[in-house]
């Protein structure tokens, strides 16, 4: 029996007979009409016989990996299936339509009465993306429905549909869908059919089984190069074949054409095209061949976004141009906001639909564009966006960034005196990076620390105003870098200052760099390299009159005398430094040097000087505020205290300066104070207490990677077991910067101490 409203295009179907073969009507008063409508049939006749339709194209030829996705695919279309979808989503070129096709074939025995399959054309350049009437008349007619009878309507054709497969069990392959309105006219009514749907998109609205695609491992990556290229090529250079899959970002679509592009080109060495690719304006170009483009891939992504966010405040394709701009690995609310001259609320809206459309990826509140897409955005701005619109927004990012490094900075030295900082006090983007502690700012600077550094190496190479920068930024992060024990990149970012101050021709910023580049090459055991920077930088602050700079060269020129064992020109030079910090009345800085004349003269043994240095600079660090300096500077004084014989003075110091590096997370002097504080109880014959305060030192330094800190402390346990001190160090250019710690840990410890 059938409900009053089944078509009588489903009755025909459902029950396999002809039109002319159904009663046009049991009403008497129509009985006229029966002699000549009804006509002899076939009783056996069927309208559309159920056809088994076999529309799976080839599976790929070449696949590697998504072991545990194929896995998870078979399980979710399998028998005891919950839902009749499964959809897998992604960035063009991840593989889905390779992967559906494969996990398909794999299971199409489970589906007796055949396969359907379409491609949507939701990506596909220059098409549009197929209407679900289209498809539905494909399938109905694929299902054995005579073209004439197939429905005009799309909700009657959709009906039509459902009820065909109602009592089949057909595997429906929908690839490449654009959105949930294209696919849910396309989808069977019974849990007999299976569905397995790709999309870019991730069709969150629809009931199924849903799952993300994204790049190859890097062991699949260099199998499917290998598998394309020839297993030969990549093992006979495996260095560049590594090289080659992370330029294509292990995306199997890049890889792909790569490895056609070895394999097609007996000429072309593995090293020349890694070569060619490293070029970045180029990389787009050679990822290319025949019907195969990742900027293709990447343009139908681009198309599709709106002009307009739903609000009517964004345009989400000039955000993704903007987004280009800059070579971060991740971007945060704050930053995009500055880079769209946006509310943060305005920009994590046009984020979300960018991040929708698989051209940005989203972890928590963080953003990561891969670099094939940025080089995308990069070609489109320069081809949309006037280069007066770019640096402007380039200079509203960049302005964010250094106000929250400036802000971090004097958060964890408070009263630190930084170069430019009246430039930033009323740009609206420099405090949009909220911190209110040290704790907040150094972790803020521990999650950027990689971007800041690429902004860096980008910024050099810009145009004015863009490529201060990086000047700024050596400035604002002199303190940071070398606490935390990050000396290449310290390094790295004293020599791209010293190209820029030297291109703008600014002698001071030139001046500056070079005395940074002497500080870390004394640190590093280089003091000839050390003394050649200082001493340039010094001529050319002196000439110049920069008397901040000077006292800042004479200061480093002090703890490199200190480092080769000239006590004599240490004093010289500090004393030097410390009379002109107090010419410009910049108590902060004074205290600082004072700090680090007694750091240099308790390495040469002069801890009377060193006494006299530690007392004042301590006082000027509490009447400052600095608490930080002041943990320094007790953790040293605590040294000077031990040299003179005053243990309980000594101990007391060390245990307030432990406790404040504690506070403002500089493990770099945590470890220093817990070797002090070994040497201490070491002294008073507390051998269970050194070795333990050593053992920590030495796990401190493991974690660092401070390898000469380690094998500092491991030489202090030892002490700390014999209640002695063992095999005296001299040499001063093992690791500059503990040279007053070694010379405290070398000194010998009182032969009535007890033995606790």
Same mark, same amino acid.
């Given at each position: ?76 279309? /399998? ?12 960035? +063009? ?30 990506? !596909? ?12 008349? !494909? ?62 998109? &991730? ?60 394999? +097609? ?25 025949? #019907? ?13 976004? /709106? ?27 704050? %930053?995009? &906001? ?43 701005? #320069? ?12 200079? !509203? ?24 900082? #009246? ?36 910024? &050099? ?38 190209? %820029? ?83 410009? +009345? ?42 930080? /300096? ?14 003179? +014989? ?30 002090? !504080? ?79």
């Amino acid at each position: 029996c059938f409900s009053e409203q089944t078509t009588a295009y489903e009755l025909m179907v459902v029950t396999g007979v002809q039109a002319c073969a159904i009663p046009i009507c049991a009403d008497p008063a129509l009985d006229w009409t029966r002699q000549e409508t009804q006509v002899p049939v076939d009783e056996g006749a069927s309208l559309s016989p159920r056809v088994a339709a076999r529309q799976l194209p080839t599976p790929p030829a070449i696949f590697v990996g998504r072991d545990a996705i194929i896995a998870d695919l078979e399980t979710q279309l /399998g028998a005891n299936r919950a839902f009749p979808v499964t959809a897998i989503n992604g960035a +063009g070129g991840t593989g889905k339509s390779a992967l559906a096709l494969l996990v398909s074939h794999r299971i199409v025995d489970r589906f007796p009465d055949g396969q359907l399959y379409v491609d949507l054309q939701g990506d !596909r350049v220059g098409l549009a993306p197929l209407a679900p009437s289209e498809v539905l008349g !494909r399938f109905l007619r694929a299902l054995g429905t005579p073209p004439s009878l197939v429905p005009d309507s799309a909700d009657e054709a959709a009906a039509l549909y459902r009820s065909m497969l109602s009592q089949r069990s057909v595997l429906i392959l929908l690839d490449n869908a654009v959105d949930v309105g294209q696919v849910r006219p396309l989808l069977p009514g019974s849990l007999m059919c299976g569905v397995l749907l790709t999309s870019r998109r &991730a069709l969150s609205t629809l009931d199924a089984h849903h799952l993300k695609l994204g790049p190859l491992t890097e062991p699949e990556a260099l199998k499917l190069l290998a598998d394309c290229a020839g297993k030969q090529q990549v093992s006979a250079d495996p260095a560049t074949a590594q090289t080659i899959v992370r330029f294509c970002e292990h995306v199997p679509l890049a890889i792909r054409i790569a490895g056609a592009r070895l394999s +097609g080109d007996a000429g072309l060495s593995m090293a020349e095209f890694g070569r060619r690719l490293a070029v970045e304006r180029r990389r787009l170009d050679l990822l290319q061949l025949d #019907d195969l483009a990742v900027r293709a891939c990447f343009q139908t992504s681009y198309q599709a976004l /709106g002009g307009l966010d739903q609000t009517g405040h964004l345009d989400a394709a000039l955000a993704f141009r903007r987004l280009g701009l800059l070579r971060v690995s991740h971007l945060t609310p704050p %930053v995009v &906001a500055a880079l769209l001259d946006a509310s943060v609320e305005e920009s994590e809206n046009v984020m979300g639909q960018l991040a929708a459309a698989r051209l940005i990826d989203q972890d928590d509140h963080r953003w990561r564009m891969h670099d094939l897409l940025r080089l995308f955005a990069i070609e489109l701005a #320069d081809h949309e966006d006037p280069p007066q619109q770019q640096a402007q927004a380039l200079q !509203r990012a960049l302005t964010c960034y250094l106000g929250a490094v400036r802000r971090s900075s004097s958060l964890t030295r408070p009263g630190q005196s930084l170069d430019g900082e #009246d430039e930033l006090a009323d740009l609206p983007y420099a405090d949009l990076i909220r911190m209110t502690s040290a704790a907040e700012g150094t972790a803020w600077l521990e999650s950027e620390r990689a971007n800041l550094m690429g902004l860096a190496r980008q910024m &050099a190479d810009a145009a004015e105003p863009l490529c201060r920068f990086t000047l700024r930024l050596s400035t604002a992060m002199r303190m940071f870098l070398p606490l935390r024990g990050y000396l290449a990149d310290w390094e790295e970012l004293c020599v791209l200052s010293l190209q %820029v101050a030297r291109r703008l021709k600014i002698r001071a910023a030139e001046a500056v760099a070079l005395m940074d580049l002497g500080a870390i090459a004394q640190r590093t055991g280089r003091l000839t390299d050390a003394i050649t920077h200082l001493n340039n930088a010094l001529t050319i602050a002196t000439v110049d009159g920069h008397v901040s700079t000077q006292a800042g060269i004479s200061s480093y020129l002090g703890s490199t005398y200190a480092a080769a064992g000239e006590g004599d020109m240490t004093v010289a030079a500090y004393d030097q430094a410390i009379a002109l910090r107090r010419q410009i +009345g910049d108590d902060a800085s004074t205290a600082i040097t004072l700090t680090n004349a007694g750091i240099a003269c308790t390495a040469v043994n002069l801890f009377a000087d060193a006494a006299r240095y530690i007392d004042e600079s301590i006082k000027l660090k509490i009447a400052g505020g600095n608490r930080h /300096g002041e943990g320094v500077a007790r953790i040293v004084a605590a040294g000077t205290y031990l040299a003179q +014989g005053c243990g309980e003075e000594a101990l007391s110091s060390v245990n307030i300066g432990l406790g404040l590096c504690q506070e403002f997370g500089d493990r770099h002097n945590v470890w220093i104070a817990l070797i002090v !504080r070994a040497t201490i109880h070491r002294h008073a014959g507390r051998r269970l207490d050194s070795a333990h305060d050593a053992e920590q030192a030495a796990r401190i330094c493991r974690e660092n990677g401070d390898s000469a800190g380690e094998a500092l402390a491991v030489r202090q346990l030892h002490s700390a077991n014999m209640l002695t001190h063992v095999a005296p160090t001299t040499d001063r250019t093992w690791y500059p910067g503990l040279a007053w710690v070694i010379a405290l840990t070398n000194l010998p410890c009182p032969t009535t101490a007890s033995q606790i």
